[in-house]
């Protein structure tokens, strides 16, 4: 009888005690402590030590119970180091089939909604979801990041503001940095002045004309304010308020819109999307009602057909790049949503 040498059980389990005697007594050894004894000098051998030092053997549910215990002794604390990326757990199966699949992530701009219901559907109902948290009423179909949502958001301020040429844009020091950054970058080409100040402390300077203010909420380093009283002062000042929001915070915290914000930016990556290195990720922003056709990025609009049945396709696109060229609301032309 042929034996299969390639079988797994051969390959990965070891000889019994029968084969193990065998191979001794050939070496002309009666057991394997006799043989080590020859292999391994004295001088360097544990085993004595090791049979003092090591407990009794365990079982798998007893080891288990005793990791429990010290893992117990571990302190647990709340974690708000991350300025907008954080950790999150992706359901395998969204990992697998979404995160993987080619087919979700290379899928050009819907131009065609006749044969796009589908991509059309989830992007609106994206929209839907970020007009829910930030309680304002219209939200594009995503942006590329928070960073740049939020010098989205202010070039948005000064398309509508009707104050001077010299009017200046302020950032809370407590916005996240790379936010900051990027918002500066996107200032300086643009002729913009942005100035850092205390939105809780500092006063509006009165000699200054201002288009827009943005503040983090809750701020960079976790803690939660209100910013309802300088919404209103900045609404006497003629300018716009933009609220960089962690959109699960606002599951339970009061939403934008109801402090009186009039823009709303920031990031879905909490929303289970791995950290992947800092991105992609898919940005939001949402407006109060009157600057909708200011908004950059895509639109998804629902309808329905002669037959009654819902249907969906992009809004408003004279504000985008595709129609109006160099005259368009903003260059992106992309959404990460999905």
């Not at 359901?91 to 589908?118: C, F, K, M």
């Amino acid at each position: 009888m042929t034996l299969h040498y390639d079988a797994f059980e051969r390959r990965h389990i070891g000889p019994n005690q029968e084969q193990e005697l065998e191979m001794l007594t050939a070496l002309g050894y009666s057991s394997m402590q006799t043989f080590i004894a020859d292999v391994v000098p004295a001088s360097i051998s544990m085993t004595e030590k090791l049979q003092k030092l090591l407990p009794a053997p365990a079982t798998e549910p007893e080891v288990i119970s005793e990791l429990r215990l010290l893992a117990n002794k571990n302190s647990n604390f709340t974690s708000v180091i991350g300025c907008g990326y954080y950790g999150t757990i992706t359901p395998p199966v969204i990992l697998r089939n979404v995160l993987e699949n080619p087919a979700w992530y290379t899928a050009y701009t819907p131009y065609q909604p006749e044969i796009s219901q589908g991509r059309l559907e989830a992007l609106f109902a994206f929209q839907t979801l970020i007009c829910d948290l930030t309680a304002l009423p219209i939200a594009n179909a995503s942006m590329l990041d928070e960073a740049t949502a939020a010098a989205e958001a202010m070039t948005l301020a000064r398309r509508v503001c009707k104050g001077t040429d010299s009017a200046k844009f302020l950032i809370d020091k407590h916005v996240h940095p790379q936010t900051i950054a990027v918002v500066q970058t996107r200032a300086k080409p643009l002729g913009i002045t942005v100035e850092l100040f205390d939105a809780m402390n500092d006063a509006l300077p009165p000699e200054v004309d201002i288009f827009g203010v943005l503040v983090q909420y809750p701020r960079t380093d976790g803690v939660v304010d209100n910013y309802q009283q300088l919404a209103n002062r900045v609404h006497e000042r003629d300018g716009l308020l933009i609220a960089a929001s962690d959109l699960l915070s606002l599951t339970i915290l009061k939403p934008p819109g109801e402090w009186g914000a009039d823009i709303a930016v920031g990031s879905a990556q909490r929303f289970g999307v791995p950290m992947g290195f800092g991105g992609p990720h898919a940005g939001f922003l949402s407006v109060r009602v009157g600057l909708e056709r200011s908004m950059p990025g895509r639109l998804i609009g629902q309808s329905v057909d002669d037959a009654g049945n819902a249907g969906f396709r992009l809004a408003l696109q004279t504000r985008e790049q595709h129609i109006r060229r160099d005259k368009a609301t903003s260059n992106i032309c992309t959404a990460q949503v999905l």
